[in-house]
């Protein structure tokens, strides 16, 4: 089927360490991103890339970063300069980046430091 | 900054009522989505209008946009205890320098059997 998938559902950072959220489509989408959503929050972009090879910083991309060495892969790394990274993210991806086009999301990951 | 805020916060309607969804926008926008969260779980692309366009309708949802007050209503009719969940609308505003959405904070729906 096709898809966004995102792993570990659930992940345990101790202080000081970094985590790699991973996030894999097979839905041939140029278009990928990051969001963070907090309780009861909206989401918040914290990266996106409209191809491969090229990504753009969100609205808070500070103590994060990213790749996008293939068109099918965007994995997230939460470093140890993020103060609060205890929150759910969402991996989504859409065909182009263009206006217009609909957003397809993975399941989320959930991240707590512990 | 959120873009789009959603109103109410929270809205608790009993099996077969209608339940209405108000977003508003500050900007001028391209397009206007709506998307569903169940808890815990990733978003689900709804209805998408575009800013030429005053309503829109998908199965059992019925969209309006009204740019001159920069706002647009989700209207679910009938509904089920399975609507249960998070609402979100979600705007791509004219001039980013970047294709973008920006979501608001949703509208929490509680539909009880």
């Known amino acids: 089927d096709g898809g966004i998938t995102q792993s570990p559902k659930y992940l345990f950072r101790k202080e000081g360490q970094n985590v790699t959220l991973s996030c894999e489509q097979n839905l041939n989408h140029d278009a990928m991103y990051w969001y963070r959503q907090d309780p009861g929050q909206g989401l918040r972009l914290i990266y996106y890339?409209?191809?491969?090879?090229?990504?753009q910083k969100g609205d808070i991309a500070e103590g994060y970063s990213v790749s996008r060495e293939k068109k099918e892969s965007f994995p997230l790394t939460v470093t140890s300069a993020q103060k609060n990274p205890t929150a759910f993210y969402l991996c989504a991806s859409s065909i182009e980046g263009g206006p217009g086009n609909t957003i397809y999301f993975g399941e989320g990951s959930w991240l707590t430091v512990v | 900054s959120q873009q789009g805020e959603e109103d109410p916060q929270a809205l608790s309607i009993q099996e077969g009522e209608n339940a209405t969804m108000n977003c508003s926008y500050k900007t001028s926008i391209n397009n206007l989505q709506w998307y569903r969260q169940n808890s815990g779980r990733g978003l689900v692309h709804l209805i998408l209008i575009r800013s030429n366009e005053r309503e829109k309708h998908s199965g059992r949802l019925r969209v309006t946009l009204d740019t001159s007050k920069k706002s647009s209503s989700l209207l679910i009719t009938a509904s089920r205890a399975a609507d249960t969940a998070s609402y979100f609308c979600?705007?791509?505003?004219?001039?980013?320098?970047?294709?973008?959405?920006?979501f608001g904070k949703g509208t929490l729906l509680t539909v009880n059997p």
């Open positions: 890339s409209q191809i491969v090879n090229d990504f």
């Open positions: 979600a705007t791509d505003a004219i001039g980013s320098s970047n294709y973008k959405l920006t």
